[in-house]
């Protein structure tokens, strides 16, 4: 009964020995059951960060091609219209703007001006209310006061068209001091237009005091209008003065007053071989200056002004003839010469222009400069020039003009002088 008993107990000791190791064990695993999916799915969610920073950098890299690809095309674009832009201007453009600039602006300034002067000689030059007449007046004059340029210039306009278009009388000693007072105007337009003004209204000594007051002024345009002023003025007896101003001019930095001085040299002394005061002889200022004249034709801007100042007097030296010829020899055959439309005055001018059509006619590749330089020498009507036009005519040179140069040997041959 006792070993029955044992035996049961030990039995039972043993059961449950076995059932707390099973609950153990059972633990154990329920423990490190959960720690092994933890662990996979850290590395399953590396490998996904992974994959989406590669993903990341892939559209990155992406985006940098595409966008290298447009700036690409765009710069293309920009060489394309690049191409088709008109090459940046040159100093001489630039020049050549600025006054076509300035001229279209004085075309509307004049447009304006001229519009408000019909306006006031109309209200003036009316003739049956001569109270509105004599308020166009006051008008005019008051005009004259304004602080508006524009304003001023409308009644100086105004002023000269009265006095040039022999309409009915008024005071024009009412308006001189008006006139002198827009002599000193800052506007050199209302100055140029007051001295015009000037050389029509006034003569003698008065005029030519006015003008050799302006031969000096800031702007070429005036001092070209002051000499203007001084061929009829009576000014024969202040040769002195005139002849210091035009040495001012040809001594001047300017190309413009360079060439008015040269073109005034030639011009006054013309006008006063006619004058009231000494209708026997006039003065020639050139005989004065022709060594300055001489320097000035070796600046290459203003040797063609020489040139032209040359080609129209009556004589010239030996050293101005072979200065002229080194200009025209110089002168590109395929370069219009501005000088065609007018003979030169001089027989020894007239064989320099001569040598320089034929080397034209010879060694231009202009076609129509060939064709202006054949009907030059055509006009001269000098037979002597047969023989040279037949050399030409039978040689290479003739191409493109043959039946030209044919038509003008015989019209000389026919017509011209010995």
């Not at 129509?368 to 030059?376: E, F, N, V």
Request: one cysteine or more; charged letters at 35%; glycine letters at 4%.
């Amino acid at each position: 009964m006792k070993r029955t008993a044992w035996i049961g107990s030990w039995g039972t000791t043993i059961l449950l020995g076995f059932a707390v190791g099973m609950a153990i064990g059972k633990a154990g695993k329920s423990e490190i059951q959960p720690r092994r999916p933890r662990t996979e799915a850290h590395g399953e969610e590396r490998g996904s960060d992974r994959s989406r920073l590669l993903a990341s950098l892939q559209r990155f890299q992406n985006d940098l091609a595409e966008k290298e690809r447009i700036a690409l095309s765009l710069r293309a674009e920009i060489e394309e219209v690049r191409d088709k832009l008109l090459p940046p201007l040159t100093p001489e453009d630039e020049k050549w703007l600025k006054e076509r600039q300035g001229e279209d602006k004085r075309t509307q300034r004049w447009k304006r001006v001229s519009e408000r002067k019909k306006e006031l000689k109309r209200k003036i030059l009316q003739r049956r209310d001569k109270v509105l007449r004599a308020d166009g007046l006051d008008e005019m004059a008051s005009l004259f006061e304004s602080e508006d340029a524009d304003d001023v210039l409308v009644a100086i306009e105004t002023l000269k068209d009265l006095l040039l278009g022999r309409h009915p009388r008024f005071d024009r000693e009412r308006f001189k001091p008006l006139v002198l007072a827009a002599l000193m105007h800052e506007d050199w337009e209302i100055r140029e237009q007051a001295l015009e003004y000037v050389h029509f209204a006034y003569f003698g000594e008065e005029a030519a005091a006015i003008a050799l007051g302006m031969v000096n002024d800031s702007h070429p345009k005036v001092k070209h209008e002051a000499f203007f002023c001084l061929w009829p003025s009576g000014a024969m007896e202040r040769h002195q003065e005139i002849a210091q101003s035009l040495r001012a001019l040809l001594h001047s930095e300017d190309k413009e007053n360079r060439s008015a001085a040269l073109w005034h040299i030639s011009n006054l002394a013309e006008a006063h071989r006619y004058g009231p005061e000494q209708p026997e002889r006039g003065y020639d200022y050139y005989s004065e200056m022709k060594d300055l004249v001489m320097e000035l034709s070796r600046d290459p801007e203003s040797e063609e002004d020489v040139l032209e100042f040359w080609w129209r007097r009556r004589a010239l030296s030996e050293e101005a003839l072979e200065r002229s010829a080194e200009i025209l020899a110089a002168t590109d055959p395929d370069k219009p010469f501005d000088l065609l439309h007018r003979d030169p005055v001089s027989l020894e001018m007239r064989e320099l222009a001569c040598r320089h059509y034929f080397r034209v006619l010879r060694e231009s590749l202009d076609t129509g400069l060939r064709l202006d330089a054949l009907s030059w020498l055509e006009r001269t009507r000098d037979k002597s020039l047969v023989p040279e036009l037949k050399a030409v005519a039978a040689s290479q040179d003739a191409e493109g003009i043959e039946r030209q140069l044919e038509q003008a040997i015989k019209r000389l041959e026919l017509y011209g002088r010995e």
